[in-house]
């Protein structure tokens, strides 16, 4: 399995006004997004040319929406503090970016 283009863990994951998870974790890796829950256990993943990553209109500078497949998910990144020796949770200004990398839409 190859290295993944991007990790984020400690994600908050929400569909509507629903939340999924509170400690999810997102990945970018051999052309796929997966959000998965704590536990590993996958909640969507779709190919990454069909994702669309933007900012929401309202909201902090920690939260992105992911359309996977016509399915709008909220995330809420960079919410928690990192562990001890570890870098800080990536930004969502990092996902969008990682996003547009993989699926080959750079700039």
């Given at each position: 399995m190859a290295?993944?283009?991007f990790t984020a863990t400690g994600v908050r994951i929400g569909?509507?006004?629903r939340s999924?998870?509170?400690a999810g974790q997102v990945r970018i890796s051999e052309g796929r997004l997966e959000l998965l829950t704590s536990y590993g256990s996958e909640i969507d993943s779709?190919?990454?040319t069909s994702v669309r990553a933007s900012k929401p209109w309202f909201g902090?500078?920690?939260?992105?929406?992911?359309d996977l497949d016509g399915k709008r998910y909220t995330l809420t990144l960079g919410e928690h503090d990192p562990a001890p020796g570890e870098p800080g949770p990536?930004?969502?200004r990092r996902f969008m970016e990682a996003?547009?990398?993989?699926a080959g839409r750079d700039r």
């Open positions: 290295e993944p283009e569909k509507g006004l999924l998870t509170r779709a190919p990454v902090s500078e920690g939260q992105a929406v992911a990536p930004a969502a996003v547009r990398r993989a």
